[in-house]
């Protein structure tokens, strides 16, 4: 068969192709689709429609494939800063995970806000994702909820809620909340301010939680004044510090929900003139790329993000193997249930963390 000629101008179309390799518009689709062997296409026949698609630089369009086959193979996966370390990790782990698994990967960030998230998941599934990862705000889950009821595999991270009506994956954070106030408390602290993220989210709720059982088991109890913040953000760690300490100079240390709140509670004692931890001590949940060097390396309750990245990607992919399985049996039945694993957090004790010293020693 000879070449075919290049053409001058215009897009390279399945028909084009199947004129120049002289086949019909079906045998030069089944040829570049991996086909042939089931239409009983021949191996020759096969080699020179590839071989002419590739010689006029046919390139398919990926749009009419997924509505030939009904797979588009993206992932839609929203997070609510990827600004911030911990949720850039957990992306980039369900990236590979579900990559591996021949999926592509449409990012989107909510900006730790509900109607942003609602907007990106319309717009994910406007674009024909075949499955969500959402790490949410943690405020609201009913549009989550819907979603997976409809058909379109769900998977919530981080931020879990309490009904486990979806597939979910988090930390053990009232663990994570024990160790890291523990750590305080074997140091000596009995005074310390607590700089919370978006109290009505799990993991905020259950990080108290844990902080409160430590404090119990020690003879201690958490006052509620203690506790300042509303969101995960470094201005909140830095407002909330400067607050805590003006309402309670008796402090002596202080826990950050998240490292992005321990930045700001950082940045607020350097403003203050505070030495670390000379003269307060600092713990955090979550563990931050550079926290080893820092001036005061920092001490944390270290969630295992590659692992909870990981687990996200592993659950996704179950739950789209079993939709495809019972697309195949047009299954009506309700299916699997939603599962919800827990990943443990670690302990890093680093250099943020002293006894308290009498003020008269400064």
């Known amino acids: 068969m000879p070449s075919p000629e290049p053409l001058k101008s215009g897009p390279i179309t399945l028909r084009i192709v ?20 089931e239409y009983r296409i021949s191996k020759a026949t096969e080699e020179a429609v590839q071989r002419v698609a590739a010689e006029l630089g046919f390139q ?40 591996a698994a021949g999926y592509s990967v449409l990012l989107g960030d909510s900006r730790e806000e509900t109607t942003i998230e609602k907007r990106l998941v319309a717009q994910l599934q406007a674009r024909q994702v075949e499955a969500l990862l959402v790490c949410p705000v943690g405020l609201e889950s009913q549009h989550l909820v819907q979603l997976d009821q409809s058909g379109l595999p769900v998977v919530v991270a981080d931020r879990v809620f309490e009904d486990i009506q979806l597939s979910s994956v988090t930390s053990d954070n009232v663990a994570a909340g024990r160790i890291a106030t523990q750590v305080l408390i074997d140091h000596g602290h009995r005074h310390f301010g607590v700089v919370s993220g978006v109290r009505e989210s799990l993991p905020t709720r259950h990080r108290l939680q844990g902080i409160r059982q430590a404090m119990l088991a020690n003879g201690l109890e958490l006052d509620a004044s203690s506790i300042a913040g509303d969101s995960y953000t470094n201005e909140t760690g830095y407002q909330s ?7 309670h100079p008796e402090i002596t240390a202080l826990f950050a929900m998240c490292a992005p709140l321990a930045a700001g509670v950082l940045r607020a004692l350097s403003d203050l003139g505070y030495a670390i931890p000379m003269q307060m001590s600092v713990v955090s949940i979550d563990d931050h790329p550079f926290a080893e060097l820092m001036k005061t390396p920092l001490t944390a309750a270290a969630q295992n993000i ?23 049996t047009l299954s009506t039945g309700p299916g699997r249930g939603p599962v919800c694993h827990q990943v443990p957090a670690s302990l890093l004790e680093r250099a943020s963390v002293a006894a308290p010293r009498p003020t008269s020693e400064f």
Request: charged fraction near 30%; glycine fraction near 8%.
């Open 306 to 328: 590659e692992q909870l990245g990981r687990v996200a990607a592993e659950v996704l992919l179950e739950r789209l193997k079993q939709k495809r399985a019972k697309d195949k």
């Open 241 to 247: 510090t400067r607050e805590l300490l003006g309402r």
């Open 18 to 37: 199947a004129e120049a390799a002289g086949v019909s518009i079906s045998t030069a689709s089944r040829a570049l689709n991996g086909q042939a062997r």
């Open 60 to 99: 398919p369009s990926q749009v009419a494939r997924s509505l030939r086959l009904k797979r588009s193979g993206l992932v839609g996966v929203i997070v609510p800063d990827i600004s911030n370390p911990f949720f850039s990790a957990i992306a980039r782990e369900v990236s590979l995970g579900v990559e």
